[in-house]
């Protein structure tokens, strides 16, 4: 027992030694310990976040990295089609200075037997061509590239080969375009009365001579003679600067070749899309004098009655004949991005955009109600306002009409003529079961965008008031009789002289005993027409001519007149219980 007891006292001597040993002066060497592990960590913090910013850096190098190859592959690619284009516009250069040097030799060159006799007069409108031949370089620099002027300024009498192949080639060309000149200038002799024609396309083409490298346009104006007698079309050739695009067929019209363009609304096009150009035919103003969506109605519309801006008109056109029978017509919306090129093209154009090619009826209605809602002056304008307000709101229902009468009257011209032209739109939209649009639907569509608010900015509580208001006047306008909205569409007889007003007449009806009017609906009491399955529409009404005697546009098939036994009168007072 006692051996045990002892061996145990020494092994706890012996841990207690150890214990000493390992306790003696070990606290500076911990402290030592930890303070090496702080030093490492902080470098290490150190790498990680030095490690995370070249990251950054790396990933947005990379970023730029990419954006500059896609860049650069643009470029490639724009810089391989540039060079296509000028080699092909080279080549073409070419080819158009052979052709002149062929018409320089064969109208110009003396001594030559093939040359031909020209007087005097001929020869100075010509001399444009001796004039190019010798200095090449005075040719418009603006128009032709760089390379193509010094491809230009090497062709000369000495260089140029003058093979039996190219020379009938270009040839028949030539005389191919010059034939179509004669026949042109014989059609104007033939219908023009008073000086000569020769003398205008000698003036004509001296400003040829004086503007350079410019394209032929044969011009063709549709007039109608004020005896009655047939319709003749007088076509002038003239010159113009700047190359143009067929509007119904979107092509270019190449050089030398024939376009018909019409002078009131400026439509170009090929002879042979004549029919397809956007119709009715409205003369186009001279420009918008405002911003888009920052003019009053005015702006928009000409001069003569009726007053309606040609944008409206064009689109109830349309709607008219695709958009009755579509369903929500006027309540769902359009493409934003196409309405607004549409509008763009409409405001800002040379030509009208043709809304056949736009698919979705939808955007043109959506254009339709941009442009109205747009208006610096609603079209109730802002002084009348509440006026129409407040007949709307009128109990009784005779006192309510009658003052809706007297303040339609109070409207300016072209204020009221747009609006009696858009109610009775409007009414056929309504008649149509299909679109599922009644009365009350579109004076819910309408009332912001007619009646709009008293004052150009209004508070948000007048907004809120007005919004309640508005609906009940559109439908107290839209249950106003036709034969009232008609009256405004009138056009007197002593108005008859605007020889080139044109408008389609593809269904002509029976010439009817009393006025008529432009925009009329088809069915009105007093107006007894004999109406045709294709043609039952308002755009029908739009298309039909008149006045004493309308030809169609670019002289469409119909040549038939229509005539008044009555003369109408503008805007004559309602009959009031």
């Not at 000028?86 to 200075?97: G, I, T, W, Y």
């Not at 003036?203 to 032929?216: D, F, V, W």
Request: hydrophobic fraction near 35%.
């Amino acid at each position: 027992m006692d051996t045990a007891v002892m061996n145990l006292f020494g092994i706890f001597e012996n841990l207690r030694a150890h214990v000493d040993v390992l306790n003696e002066s070990i606290e500076p060497q911990f402290i030592q310990m930890a303070l090496n592990f702080e030093d490492c960590r902080r470098k290490w913090l150190r790498v990680e976040q030095d490690f995370a910013s070249c990251k950054e850096v790396l990933a947005k190098a990379e970023t730029e990295r990419g954006a500059l190859e896609v860049k650069l592959k643009h470029a490639r690619n724009q810089v391989d089609v540039e060079i296509r284009r000028r080699q092909k516009a080279e080549a073409d250069c070419e080819k158009l200075d052979r052709q002149i040097q062929l018409i320089r030799d064969l109208l110009v060159t003396e001594g030559s037997s093939n040359s031909i006799q020209l007087n005097d007069e001929q020869r100075s409108a010509l001399a444009f061509l001796n004039a190019r031949s010798q200095t090449p370089a005075n040719l418009n620099s603006s128009r032709r590239l760089t390379t193509i002027d010094e491809s230009a300024s090497i062709l000369s009498d000495i260089s140029y080969d003058k093979t039996d192949d190219s020379l009938d080639w270009d040839s028949s060309v030539v005389r191919t375009v010059r034939l179509k000149k004669r026949q042109k200038r014989r059609s104007s002799r033939n219908h023009t009365e008073g000086p000569p024609a020769a003398a205008k396309r000698s003036r004509s083409t001296g400003r040829t001579s004086e503007k350079g490298n410019e394209s032929l346009v044969a011009k063709t104006t549709v007039t109608v003679p004020k005896n009655g007698g047939p319709i003749e079309a007088v076509t002038t050739v003239e010159a113009v600067i700047k190359p143009e695009s067929c509007v119904p067929c979107g092509k270019r019209i190449k050089f030398g070749k024939i376009s018909l363009k019409c002078r009131d609304c400026r439509v170009v096009a090929h002879p042979e899309c004549r029919d397809r150009c956007p119709l009715p035919c409205i003369p186009n103003m001279a420009g918008t004098p405002v911003k888009i969506g920052e003019g009053t109605l005015a702006d928009f519309v000409s001069s003569t009655s009726p007053m309606i801006p040609p944008l409206v008109v064009h689109c109830v056109n349309e709607i008219e004949q695709r958009g009755l029978h579509e369903t929500g017509l006027y309540r769902l919306s359009g493409a934003d991005r196409v309405v607004k090129d549409l509008k763009e093209k409409f405001l800002r154009g040379k030509t009208v955009p043709l809304l056949s090619k736009v698919d979705d009826i939808h955007c043109v209605t959506g254009l339709l109600k941009d442009f109205l809602r747009n208006l610096k002056e609603p079209l109730l304008t802002f002084r009348l306002n509440r006026t129409f307000m407040d007949a709307a709101e009128l109990a009784d229902e005779d006192n309510s009409i009658a003052l809706m009468y007297q303040t339609i009257s109070d409207l300016p011209q072209p204020n009221r003529e747009t609006l009696a032209f858009l109610i009775i739109h409007l009414q056929r939209v309504a008649r149509s079961l299909d679109t599922k649009m009644d009365v009350t639907n579109l004076a819910r569509v309408f009332g912001p965008t007619l009646v709009g608010h008293a004052v150009p900015d209004p508070d948000p509580m007048t907004i809120l008031q007005d919004t309640k208001r508005q609906p009940k006047v559109v439908e107290r306008l839209l249950c106003l009789p036709v034969e009232y909205w008609s009256q405004f569409m009138m056009v007197e007889q002593d108005q008859a002289h605007n020889d080139h007003m044109v408008i389609e007449n593809a269904n002509v009806y029976s010439t009817p005993d009393q006025k008529s009017s432009i925009f009329a609906p088809l069915t009105t009491p007093e107006q007894h027409m004999s109406k045709t399955p294709s043609s039952s529409s308002l755009s029908q009404r739009v298309r039909n001519a008149t006045l004493n005697a309308i030809t169609p546009k670019f002289g469409s098939k119909s040549k038939s007149a229509v005539s008044f036994s009555r003369q109408g009168n503008f805007f004559a007072s309602p009959l009031l219980k």
